[in-house]
C-alpha cells in the first residue's frame, strides 16, 4: 500500500491549539494556558514535528507596529524549539505559514507553549504535525 | 516497513481538545464532576483498527499539594470508564505537571458522545490541556486523524450560512499521505422537523466542502450524523465550519473533522 505523499512526509498525528488570542502587552508575550503535551514514546524513531500558524498582526499595514506575527514554540523548561511567523498578515486577513523543515522534540512526555513577539499579534490557530520523514 | 514505537503502537491519532475550551478550566469538586462542553464523538470500534486502545494525556496543576483525577465517561449510558482513570498527587502547589493515564479499551460499537469528569483531593485543579490519545497496532492503514472544533453550544434559525470570522483549523493536505480524506461528526438538535446543513468552507468563504443536510429524526432531540468522505484542496488551507437552518432553530452541542485515509 502507498502511504506516501509527494513532500517525502507523512502526518502521524496533528495536535491543535486553538485561540483566537491577542497580545496584551508590548513585546514577548507567553500565553501561558495554552499548552500542548507530546509523548515522543508514542511515535517511531525519527518522527519530528512541523508547526502551522495562523495569524495576523492588528495594525499593519498603517498602523504603529510592523512586526510580522511570529511565534516561538518552547518546552517545559523554557528551551525554544522552533520558530514560525506569517507574512505580516492584516487583521483580520490572517495569513497562514507552515514551517519548512521538520524539528526534533524532546524524547519522551514533554508539554511546550507558545510566546509571541509583538503588542498586535493576533493568533487564530496554531497546529503542531508530529510527522515521519520518507 | 516497522513503523512501530517502543511499546508496539503508534499514537494517531490525538483527539485534541481545542485548549481555548480548557485552559484555565478549574475544578474544585471532591466527587467526579463534567467539564462541560469537552466532548468528542467516535466510534470506537468501527472506527479504528482491531486492538486499539486509548490513553488520556492532561496538563494540569493545583493549588495545594493534593491529588487530581480525571476520568472518561460514555455519555450515551452514563457511564464513567473506570479504566481511564488517572490521577497526578502534586509535590509543589501550583506547579503544571503533564499526566498520562495507562492504556485502555472502548468496547461499545457504534458513534458514541464521550465526556471527562474530573475530581480533587482538596483545592483547585487547574487543567490546561486534555488528550484522548489512540493507540492502533500495526501499520497506519486506515489511520483516523481527528480533532474537535470549538463549535460548542450554538443555536441558529438563520437560513443562509452563517459566518464565523476566525479559521477552526489549518489542513495541509499535501502533508497526509495520499487518498486521504475527511468527514464530519456532528452532534446537533432542531426545534422542529427542520433540516440542519454542516458545511466546511474556506477561511474566506469562498469555497465549500462536504455538505452534511439532515433531516432530525425528532423535533427538539439531539442526534448524532456523519457526512460522507470528501476531498480537500492541494496546500495549505484554513478552515472554518459553517451552518444554516433549513427551517426551526439548530443547535450544536459538537463537532469534529477527521481526516482519514480511505
Redesign the interface.
Known amino acids: ?7 517525502g ?13 491577542t497580545t496584551t502587552v508590548a513585546g514577548v508575550t507567553t500565553w501561558p ?5 507530546v ?1 515522543m ?5 525519527g518522527a519530528k514535528g ?1 508547526l ?3 495569524g495576523a498582526n492588528k495594525y499593519l499595514p498603517n498602523g504603529t507596529d510592523t512586526t510580522a506575527c511570529e511565534i516561538t514554540m518552547k518546552d ?1 523548561g523554557g528551551t525554544t524549539i522552533a520558530t514560525l511567523a506569517v507574512n505580516q498578515g492584516n487583521w ?1 486577513a ?1 495569513d ?3 514551517s519548512v523543515t521538520p524539528f526534533s522534540l524532546n524524547s519522551g ?3 511546550y507553549y507558545f510566546v509571541t513577539n509583538a503588542y498586535t499579534d493576533v493568533v ?2 496554531i ?1 503542531l ?4 520523514e520518507w | 516497513m516497522a513503523l512501530m514505537n517502543k511499546t508496539g503502537r503508534v499514537c494517531s491519532p490525538t483527539m485534541d481538545y481545542f485548549l481555548n475550551n480548557v485552559n484555565g478550566l478549574g475544578v474544585t469538586a471532591t466527587g467526579y464532576t463534567g467539564l462541560s462542553s469537552l466532548r468528542l464523538l467516535f466510534d470506537a470500534v468501527n472506527d479504528f483498527n482491531p486492538g486499539v486502545k486509548f490513553k488520556l494525556c492532561v496538563i494540569w496543576k493545583n493549588s495545594g499539594t493534593n491529588t487530581n483525577s480525571l476520568i472518561l465517561r460514555d455519555e450515551m449510558s452514563s457511564v464513567n470508564v473506570t479504566a481511564s482513570e488517572t490521577s497526578q498527587t502534586f509535590a509543589s502547589a501550583d506547579t503544571e505537571e503533564v499526566t498520562e493515564s495507562d492504556f485502555f479499551t472502548l468496547s461499545n460499537s457504534g458513534i458514541r458522545r464521550y465526556g471527562l469528569q474530573a475530581k480533587v483531593s482538596a483545592g483547585t485543579a487547574t487543567i490546561l490541556s486534555i488528550s484522548v490519545k489512540v493507540y492502533q497496532a500495526g501499520s497506519l492503514k486506515g489511520t483516523i486523524l481527528v480533532f474537535t472544533t470549538p463549535i460548542l453550544n450554538i443555536s441558529t434559525s438563520a437560513t443562509n450560512y452563517l459566518t464565523r470570522n476566525w479559521s477552526d483549523t489549518l489542513i495541509n493536505i499535501d502533508k497526509f499521505p495520499t487518498r486521504t480524506k475527511a468527514r464530519i461528526t456532528v452532534f446537533w438538535r432542531n426545534s422542529t422537523l427542520g433540516t440542519n446543513y454542516v458545511t466546511l468552507f474556506d477561511q474566506f468563504g469562498a469555497a465549500e466542502y462536504g455538505e452534511l443536510a439532515v433531516a432530525v429524526d425528532t423535533a427538539g432531540g439531539y442526534q448524532i450524523d456523519r457526512s460522507d468522505f470528501f476531498e480537500l484542496p492541494e496546500g495549505l488551507t484554513s478552515y472554518m465550519i459553517r451552518f444554516k437552518a433549513g427551517g426551526g432553530t439548530i443547535s450544536i452541542a459538537n463537532l469534529m473533522i477527521e481526516l482519514v485515509l480511505v
Open positions: 500500500m502507498t502511504i506516501q505523499n509527494t513532500l512526509l507523512k502526518v502521524i498525528d496533528k495536535k491543535s491549539c486553538m485561540y483566537p488570542k494556558t495554552n499548552k500542548i503535551a509523548n514514546n508514542d511515535y517511531p524513531v512541523v502551522l500558524l495562523c517545559s483580520p490572517f497562514i505559514k507552515s512526555l514533554d508539554y487564530s490557530k497546529e504535525y508530529i510527522v515521519l
